[in-house]
């Protein structure tokens, strides 16, 4: 198929990628002439496990092209995928001004029947916007399809979860780009529903929503288990071998952060209030997520008395483990909220550093995660790497003042630790 894909953050770079993957013709398109140029030389301008190998096979195959003007991407293309930024607005609503935007441009361009299709993750009810735009921007007054094909992919592991897909949604007005849709797909071997407009967007702002919410289900129980002494990653384990729950997404920590998630809820409660709903439930697991923050910072603030002047090592910037995005990183506000209270922080994150320097003033970044605990008072786990796990913590011991490891992860094993001679916190433990 041919295939122009609008805008190459990670949904769309991704995307591109794996449809040229899979043998498609894929032309993806970037208003940021810089990324463009980047891209066009080779370069890749995010850190995803995968991608770098998969995107240069695939343009010396012939099968992936990148270009600055949507004119060029849609006149190569039958099928236009819209990846563009949703970001919330002040009062958590969805900004739609870039699909808006893109809508205008593939109407002004658009001579021949085209299949436009929204991947951004937008409010219910975008896609009849969508077919709006287009029908009074459209110059040539050809016929058009829109569809939604809300994405799944989670950063980190988006390559493999666009490869093996769980599912593929596909959301049409009418069942004309049905058969186009699902030969798009049809090399990725995945279950496809096919539903109407409204419920495709849907499915994603409740998928993700739903996902937060068992992570902050989880975070609740954490609570429970530190007043009691249970462990919350045993109770996990117990109620996650139910099929019908499932252990994953129930890891407690310090709360869910990234572009998706803290974003998505907004809009969700913004949409619902929108329609007449009052969607409190997805307001309290808002709530839950930042209590869980506070929790930790009182937990640190506890153990060390005082925080003013206090050295500490930070593990992990990035928002999740296996990606060097820090958009709405829970570690990130760690290490503010640690610093606003006067801590000085040495930290370290395997990826996400160079991207950390632009949103952390005033912190010493280590190269060496074996090194981050030298001349500190106390060591923090922000990100659940799992490199972290083989860190030389003798040599750490040995560093720190006193042995004091804060971990908001549960990466490590308390029995152990405490046997070590660690002061340990963690999260439900
Ligand atoms: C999320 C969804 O998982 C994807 O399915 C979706 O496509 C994507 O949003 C999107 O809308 O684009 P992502 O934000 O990349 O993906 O990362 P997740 O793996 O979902 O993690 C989100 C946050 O939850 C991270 O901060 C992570 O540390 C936290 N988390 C996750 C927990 O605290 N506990 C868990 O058990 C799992």
């Given amino acids: ?4 894909i609008i805008g190459t953050g990670y949904v769309g770079l991704v995307t591109g990628t794996c449809f040229a993957e899979v043998g498609h013709q894929v032309t993806c398109v970037d208003s940021d002439q810089a990324k463009v140029k980047l891209l066009q ?41 819209i990846a563009v930024p949703t970001p919330p607005l002040p009062d958590g609503s969805v900004d739609l001004s870039f699909i808006e935007g893109v809508a205008r441009e593939i109407a002004g361009c658009m001579t ?11 409010p219910v009810r975008t896609g009849e916007k969508v ?17 939604s094909n809300p994405e799944f992919l989670r950063e980190g592991s988006a390559v493999e979860d666009l490869l093996h897909p769980d599912r593929i949604v596909i959301g049409v007005r009418s069942p004309r780009p049905v ?16 539903t109407d407009l409204h419920s495709a967007e849907l499915i994603k702002h409740a998928a ?96 060390l008395w005082v925080i003013k002047d206090k050295r500490i090592g930070v593990l992990g910037l990035a928002f999740k483990q296996n990606t060097d995005d820090v958009r709405m990183s ?3 506000e760690l290490c503010q ?12 994150d395997p990826k996400a550093m160079p991207k950390a320097r632009v949103v952390l003033a005033d912190v010493e970044f280590v190269e060496d995660m074996n090194a981050v605990a030298e001349g500190c008072d106390a060591l923090v786990v922000a990100t659940e790497w799992s490199q972290f796990k083989q860190l030389d913590l003798e040599r750490a011991r040995r560093a720190l003042t006193h042995p004091i490891l804060f971990d908001g992860r549960n990466l490590f094993d308390k029995d152990e630790l405490e046997r070590q001679g660690w002061i340990y916190k963690s999260v439900g433990r």
């Fill in 1 to 4: 198929m041919k295939i122009a």
């Fill in 41 to 81: 030389a080779g370069g890749v301008p995010i850190y995803e496990p995968g991608l770098e190998e998969l995107l240069a096979r695939n343009v010396a195959a012939g099968r992936l092209q990148f270009t600055g003007s949507v004119a060029e991407g849609v006149a190569r293309s039958d099928i236009i995928f």
């Fill in 112 to 122: 021949s029947y085209k299949i436009v299709v929204d991947k951004s993750t937008v």
């Fill in 131 to 147: 077919t709006e735009t287009i029908n009074r921007y459209c110059r040539a007054k050809v016929e058009f399809d829109v569809v």
């Fill in 179 to 194: 058969a186009a849709m699902r030969e798009v797909y049809a090399p990725f071997a995945a279950p496809l529903i096919v």
């Fill in 208 to 303: 993700n929503s739903f996902l937060a919410l068992k992570i902050s289900y989880i975070n609740a129980i954490s609570v429970i288990c530190e007043a009691t002494g249970a462990n919350v990653q045993e109770v996990a384990t117990g109620i996650g071998m139910d099929q019908r729950i499932g252990r994953r997404f129930l890891d407690a920590g310090i709360g869910f952060g990234g572009s998706c998630f803290p974003k998505d809820l907004s809009a969700f409660i913004k949409i619902a209030e929108q329609l007449g709903c009052d969607f409190g439930l997805l307001k309290e697991v808002q709530r839950i997520n930042a209590r869980q923050m506070d929790r930790f910072i009182k937990k640190i603030a506890d153990t």
């Fill in 330 to 332: 829970p570690a990130i």
């Fill in 337 to 348: 909220r640690l610093q606003a209270e006067g801590a000085r922080l040495r930290v370290h």
